[in-house]
């Protein structure tokens, strides 16, 4: 672990409790829905711990991990009852990036404000489920 | 009719990620993200060659026909309904500047002048699979918009603070109805125009006025057909994604199931399994949507999507009809023929 030298003892010890829970869910039956919110009730943690957040977005964005991948639903806001669309690869790293922008999949025209109109979830990356079956 | 203009009523009306994109790639345009990534400059339109502004216009036509319907069907014999398809074919359309234009589409303030137009009668379409009478309209509707609670707050007394704040528009859109007779079939369907961000109340007149067409041409008061049966049929038929369900069982309460948003059928939903299985025979379903996948010639994929929109008082009412179904992402006729096909047997 010495490349994760950069990390606390705090956030190694939340990197380790996210891995368990994130294993148990995977070899389980009924494994969830893999939000922020519901991620931190599996490891008793709060969503506004900065050291949650931290550990969540390594798991998901370091190279040396990648377990967890980052998917977006869109809630049309001219749809109140929208129960969500979710985002393909491309329209998802048109999204996250710095200059980014998302175009409304009913209308074909760009989302004003867009961020406030996502929502993350995770779901395993391909190299942990290779891991898990492997 | 120019690709510029083709492209305007193309964006004013079909649904982008489903429909819109789909249309353009199957006809071998370009498509990026979203229009203004997609819209090619004027150089660009002006080297489309003449046959495939011809393809582009006939694509945008059948969406017209086929895309965003509410569905109701009458029975009629064959005999009659090939009377009123020689009628129809001998009949002039409307002078009415709707139908001139047609498939263009006018500004919203030259419609304000104009205020509500009935169905017109625009044009007759014989295909190998049916023929359809298209009819334009222009109707006014309030659509509901989100405003941001910053732009508006200097103007809100006090010291109020809102989250969301609504404004409501009062929109005017050109409407596309049509009546589609199946070749060989004993029956007519009336297409009225359904856009996705209308009130639920958005078809009726295009409805009675159809129907009033139909009764007149045939000579006899029709009635719309009850499509309550295949409500059943289709839960219980193999094919299709099953994407929306509202039924009851034995218990106090009143179920509804949506899966659009994935790729996965409510059939094969755990949940829903379990619990059908637990319930058996007493589980009766009222509301049904179904979303097919059907390859076009280009190895592209539709995926039409209709929904019979039952409520609970279909089954406990007496004598309570469902006569409308909901056809939404149709591409074109072929979508059309296919959702039909799925509701004829019940006709």
């Known amino acids: 672990m010495s490349e994760l030298a950069f990390l606390s003892e705090r956030e190694l010890l939340m990197c380790e409790k996210l891995i368990e829970v994130i294993s148990s869910r995977l070899a389980s039956r009924a494994q969830g829905v893999w939000t922020y919110s519901n991620l931190a009730k599996w490891t008793g943690s709060k969503v506004g711990d900065p050291v949650f957040m931290n550990c969540v977005n390594l798991l998901a964005m370091h190279p040396d991990f990648r377990v967890l991948e980052m998917h977006l639903l ?14 393909d690869d491309e329209q998802t790293a048109h ?19 867009y961020k406030s109109t996502i929502v993350p979830y995770f779901k395993p990356s391909k190299r942990l489920e290779d891991g898990a079956h492997g | 009719m120019d690709v510029s203009g083709i492209m305007d009523s193309l964006r004013y009306r079909a649904p982008w990620q489903k429909v819109a994109r789909v249309i353009l790639k199957n006809q071998g345009f370009h498509v990026g993200q979203g229009w203004d990534d997609t819209l090619p400059d004027i150089d660009a339109l002006h080297a489309v060659g003449a046959a ?31 009377w009123l398809l020689a009628t129809a074919r001998k009949s002039s359309p409307s002078k009415h500047e709707l139908v001139s234009i047609f498939p263009g589409i006018l500004p919203e303030p030259a419609l304000a002048v104009m205020g509500d137009v009935p169905p017109k009668f625009c044009k007759i379409i014989d295909t ?8 334009v309209a222009s109707r006014a509707y309030q659509k509901r918009v989100k405003l941001s609670p910053d732009s508006i707050k200097a103007s809100v007394a006090g010291d109020l603070e809102f989250d969301s704040i609504i404004g409501i528009i009062n929109h005017r859109a050109v409407v596309y109805d049509a009546i589609w007779i199946p070749a060989d079939a004993e029956f007519a369907v009336v297409l009225a125009d359904y856009p996705t961000d209308v009130t639920t109340d958005f078809p009726v007149p295009s409805h009675l006025a159809l129907r009033k067409f139909l009764s007149k041409q045939l000579k006899e008061d029709v009635e719309a057909s009850n499509l309550f049966e295949s409500v059943a049929t289709l839960y219980g038929a193999p094919d299709g994604d099953l994407v929306e369900l509202g039924f009851i069982t034995d218990d106090d309460s009143v179920k509804h199931l949506k899966a659009r948003q994935g790729k996965k059928s409510l059939r094969k939903d755990s949940y829903h399994s379990a619990g059908s299985k637990e319930v058996g025979e007493s589980l009766q379903p009222f509301r049904v949507a179904v979303r097919w996948g059907r390859k076009l010639s280009s190895g592209l994929t539709s995926h039409p999507e209709l929904l019979l929109p039952g409520t609970s008082r279909h089954i406990f009412g007496v004598n309570h009809l469902l006569t409308e179904a909901v056809f939404r992402n149709g591409l074109n006729l072929g979508d059309l023929g296919l959702i039909i096909s799925k509701l004829a047997a019940n006709i």
Do not use: W
């Not at chain 1, 049309?76 to 009852?81: G, S, Y």
């Open chain 2, 52 to 82: 495939d502004a011809a393809k582009l216009e006939d694509a945008l036509i059948e969406h017209l026909i086929a895309g965003e319907k509410s569905l109701q069907f009458y029975s009629a014999s064959r005999e009659n309904l090939d």
């Open chain 2, 128 to 135: 190998d699979i049916g023929s359809a009478l298209i009819f």
């Open chain 1, 95 to 113: 999204a996250l990036a710095a200059d980014g922008f998302l175009v409304n999949p009913r209308t074909g025209d760009r989302v004003q404000n």
């Open chain 1, 74 to 87: 869109f809630f049309d806001p001219e749809d109140p009852e929208s129960d969500g669309i979710p985002l």
